[in-house]
């Protein structure tokens, strides 16, 4: 399969080694410095393009695809109020897409068991729950979006929390925000040196601590799934979720 990379930082860098490895080939790579080579034509070379640029840039890169009619992969985090827009535009334009906040097999399975383990505690009110993450100091975006989704996990099976709020940490600094009310799901976001990302869920009662947790050694997992996504999309059209990908059923 002929790729596309958009976006070649500490992830596009990681997926063009584990994509030559499961023999594809990168026939476009595009990052801040070679804008103006982002055309169709170029674009067109590749069967799929794998996007993990920066909040700023995504949907513009998106729009690229769809243009040429090429189906886009999108790991970039932070910009999911768009998703609506995104969602119509592909399917009025018959394109193909298809977006993970987490494109680790690990991490999508904590998502399964996180929602499982809220509809049991939903029964159970002498628990406090809270969401814990920690990433590396250049992440651009708090709370992470793997954070916000096992947030909504959560607030799809726990009635007593309606909504989620964050708490930024950056290294060693103060916190932004601390006031949270009863029904408030706090996020706690942490900036800590080159941690590549940790998701804990915690419910807390007088008597006992349940902490259900999720460390990335580092980010290959989180590459190879988004190389399995572009394997998955290239014979599909529309717009897709991982969960769709990945069947945890
Ligand atoms: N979904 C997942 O599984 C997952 C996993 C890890 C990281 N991420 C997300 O992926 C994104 C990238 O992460 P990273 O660690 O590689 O960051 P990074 O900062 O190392 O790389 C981002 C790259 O994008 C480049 N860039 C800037 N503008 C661009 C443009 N218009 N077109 C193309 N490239 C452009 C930057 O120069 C940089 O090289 C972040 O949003 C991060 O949160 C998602």
Redesign the pocket.
């Known amino acids: 399969m002929n790729i596309a990379l958009?976006?070649?930082?500490?992830?596009?860098k990681i997926i063009e080694k584990i994509a030559i490895d499961r023999k594809h080939e990168i026939v476009l790579k595009?990052?801040?410095d070679n804008?103006d080579e982002?055309t169709a034509e170029n674009l067109q070379k590749a069967d799929v393009a794998i996007e993990?640029?920066?909040?700023?840039?995504?949907l513009?890169?998106i729009e690229h695809c769809f243009n040429a009619g090429v189906p886009i992969v999108v790991?970039?985090?932070?910009w999911y109020e768009q998703l609506p827009q995104i969602k119509q535009q592909c399917e009025t334009g018959n394109n193909s897409f298809i977006y993970?906040?987490?494109?680790?097999v690990g991490v999508n399975i904590f998502f399964h068991v996180n929602k499982v383990l809220a509809k049991l505690m939903n029964k159970q009110p002498y628990y406090e729950v809270q969401v814990e993450e920690i990433h590396h100091v250049?992440?651009?975006?708090a709370p992470?979006?793997t954070a916000i989704t096992i947030a909504e996990g959560i607030l799809e099976n726990l009635d007593a929390k309606k909504q989620w709020v964050n708490v930024l940490t950056a290294d060693g600094g103060e916190s932004v925000n601390d006031s949270t009310k009863a029904d408030d799901l706090l996020i706690e976001s942490y900036r800590i040196d080159s941690v590549p990302?940790t998701h804990t869920v915690i419910y807390d009662s007088e008597v006992d601590t349940i902490e259900f947790k999720h460390t990335a050694h580092n980010?290959n997992g989180?590459a190879l799934?988004?190389v399995l996504a572009a394997e998955w999309i290239t014979d599909k059209k529309g717009f897709f979720s991982v969960k769709d990908m990945f069947d945890l059923s």
Do not use: E, H, W
Request: hydrophobic fraction near 30%; charged fraction near 10%; aromatic fraction near 10%.
């Open positions: 958009l976006g070649y930082g500490k992830m596009g595009i990052d801040l804008q982002l993990f640029s920066t909040p700023a840039t995504v513009g890169n790991g970039t985090t932070g993970a906040t987490n494109f680790s250049q992440k651009l975006d992470s979006g990302g980010r989180f799934g988004a």
